[in-house]
C-alpha cells in the first residue's frame, strides 16, 4: 500500500529566506505526487503535482517541488519565503499499480511557519 | 456548480444521534474521496469511490460509519450512534478520473458531538 511520510511537524523560517518542507513516499509503482496547502478555517487548495517527465515541478504561489526517485522525495521548495505563505502543507501520493488505483493517501501535515 | 460542495457546514448532534453528511462533487468527477480531520491534525483516509463503487473502505474506524453515492454524483456519509471522539471536521474531495489529476476538496462539514 502507498504511503507518505511528512517527518517535520513543523519548518520555521524567515521572510525573504528559502524554505523546504520535505516528503518522502513509498509506493510500488510509479508515484503521482501532489502539494496541498491548508490555510486557517479554509479547505485544501491544489499547489503542485508530478507525474511524469522534468523533476523539477512548479506551482501555484512560487512554490516548487524536486521529485527524486532514488531518494523516493518529492520536497516542496520556495526561494524566498512570505509570511502569508504560513499555512499547513500536505504531500499526498497516488499508485498507479495499486488495485484501488484511484486512492489518494496523505501524509500527516507540515506547519510553515514564517516569521517578519 | 463550480466546486465540490459539502453540507452542513457545521453540525451540532447529541451523543448516541445519527448524522447524514453530504458532498455534492464537481459534474463529471468519477472519484470521490472522504477524509477526517481532527483539530490541528492530519488527513485521515476514510473511503473513496470510483464510480459508484469503493475499491478501499479500510479507512471507515467502525462499523458506525457508511457511505454511498449513487449517479456517479452525491455521496453521503452516514455515522450512526454518534460519540464524541467523532467530532471532526469531514472533507470531501473530487478528481476527474485520470490517476494523474488532482483532487479538489470542499470546506467540510465541521461535527460537533456533544
Known amino acids: 500500500a502507498q504511503s507518505v511520510a511528512q517527518p517535520e511537524d513543523q519548518v520555521n523560517v524567515a521572510e525573504g529566506n528559502p524554505l523546504t518542507v520535505k516528503c518522502t513516499y513509498s509506493?510500488?509503482?510509479?508515484?503521482?505526487l501532489f502539494w496541498y496547502v491548508q490555510y486557517p478555517n479554509r479547505g485544501l487548495q491544489f499547489l503542485l503535482k508530478?507525474?511524469?517527465?522534468?523533476?523539477l515541478v512548479k506551482g501555484s504561489y512560487g512554490f516548487e517541488a524536486e521529485f527524486n526517485k532514488s531518494q523516493t522525495s518529492f520536497h516542496l521548495k520556495k526561494p524566498s519565503a512570505l509570511v502569508s505563505d504560513s499555512a499547513l502543507y500536505f504531500c499526498a501520493v497516488r499508485d498507479p499499480l495499486n488495485t484501488g488505483f484511484q486512492k489518494l493517501v496523505f501524509g500527516t501535515g507540515t506547519r510553515l511557519l514564517v516569521s517578519p | 456548480g463550480a466546486g465540490v460542495s459539502q453540507s452542513p457546514s457545521n453540525k451540532v448532534t447529541e451523543k448516541g444521534k445519527d448524522v447524514e453528511l453530504r458532498c455534492d462533487p464537481i459534474?463529471?468527477?468519477?472519484?470521490l474521496y472522504w477524509y477526517r480531520q481532527r483539530l490541528g491534525q492530519g488527513l485521515e483516509f476514510l473511503i473513496y469511490f470510483q464510480g459508484n463503487s469503493a475499491p478501499d473502505k479500510s479507512g471507515l474506524p467502525s462499523d458506525r460509519f457508511s457511505a454511498e453515492r449513487t449517479g456517479e454524483s452525491v455521496s453521503t456519509l452516514t455515522i450512526q450512534r454518534t460519540q464524541q471522539e467523532d467530532s471532526a471536521v469531514y472533507l470531501c474531495?473530487?478528481?476527474?478520473?485520470?490517476?494523474?489529476?488532482?483532487?479538489?476538496f470542499g470546506q467540510g462539514t465541521r461535527l460537533t458531538v456533544v
Open positions: 508530478y507525474i511524469t517527465g522534468d523533476n
Open positions: 459534474s463529471g468527477h468519477t472519484a
Open positions: 474531495a473530487s478528481s476527474l478520473g485520470p490517476v494523474g489529476t488532482e483532487a479538489f
Open positions: 509506493v510500488s509503482g510509479n508515484p503521482y
